[in-house]
């Protein structure tokens, strides 16, 4: 049996060097937004030929100082291409911003012909709008979650289990948020959905634990708090850790997938899943279950 809560300040030290190394990152990377959060101009280039979109973006970038994100698309009936660049900002472009960008596409890529098709403005306030809404999906789950384990989970303190649940997925979501920060990939929808995906993966793994510390407390109900959590722990843990590995691989194949295509959008969701999985299993095996005997002992101290 794995002693978890007798070497709990390691597993705590090991969050807090890696929650301080996100924030020294915050200093020296800052925080990037998409324009999905922040507003800013989406335009669009017919283009001919071939071209490579990472090129297009970094140019639009450089030549603007904005974090931009660019797409293809292509109409399936008249065959003809364009390139997308979604530039972030508070405000849209201006026509001297334009005819600046559209000189230096010109000048890089003069064999691919690109003329500006269309150009829209997004507001600040629309980025603001999304970015509370998500905001309020990610607490409202949070939330429900407490919810559901202080009630499915009474016999063993069901509400020290929630907020002990709790607290090992907001670990969880500032571990993926960090990993946006380190890897420099703006702020999106894809954090949302990493967030949401990760929040259900944590606590799915959580429950099972609690599930077996709920057995193990009848079939020893006078065993010592910090004991049951151990033998709990140790008991499901190699179920956790095979579940991990299976989806780790999978978000691995995703993002290696992406990688060779060069799919953006894929690879800014797959790489950050990847490192929340693993956080996810970490804070469920070293982080809650410490957290909850920590609270039970708590309480029969001040009993």
Not at 253 to 280: C, H, N, R, W
Request: charged letters at 15%; glycine letters at 4%; hydrophobic letters at 50%.
């Amino acid at each position: 049996m794995i002693r978890f809560y007798k070497n709990r300040n390691i597993y705590f030290a090991i969050s807090a060097f890696i929650m301080l190394v996100g924030i020294i990152c915050i200093f020296i990377n800052g925080v990037r937004f998409s324009i999905q959060f922040s507003g800013g101009a989406i335009l669009k280039y017919s283009y001919e030929g071939e071209i490579n979109i990472d090129d297009v973006a970094k140019l639009s970038s450089d030549t603007l100082n904005r974090i931009t994100d660019a797409q293809q698309t292509e109409d399936i009936a008249t065959r003809s291409k364009k390139v997308v660049l979604n530039l972030s900002g508070n405000s849209g472009l201006s026509a001297q911003e334009q005819e600046v960008l559209n000189q230096a596409l010109l000048e890089k890529f003069p064999e691919n012909n690109l003329k500006l098709a269309e150009s829209n403005i997004v507001e600040p306030f629309i980025g603001k709008t999304f970015l509370v809404n998500s905001a309020i999906a990610i607490l409202i789950s949070a939330v429900m979650i407490v919810i559901y384990v202080g009630i499915q989970f009474k016999k063993i303190s069901g509400i020290s289990a929630g907020i002990a649940a709790l607290i090992a997925l907001f670990h969880d979501i500032l571990i993926s948020f960090f990993i946006f920060v380190i890897f420099r990939i703006p702020l999106n929808d894809s954090f949302v959905a990493v967030v949401l995906t990760i929040i259900g993966f944590s606590v799915n793994d959580t429950i099972v634990i609690y599930d077996r510390i709920r057995e193990n407390k009848t079939l020893f109900p006078k065993i010592d708090v910090e004991e049951l959590v151990d033998r709990s722990i140790t008991q499901s843990m190699s179920r956790s850790i095979n579940t991990t590995v299976s989806t780790v691989i999978a978000t691995l194949v995703l993002y290696i997938f992406a990688q060779i295509y060069d799919i953006e959008s894929i690879k800014q969701f797959a790489l950050p899943m990847t490192f929340g999985l693993i956080s996810g299993s970490y804070s469920t095996i070293c982080i809650a279950g410490p957290i909850w005997v920590m609270w039970q002992k708590s309480k029969k101290k001040t009993a």
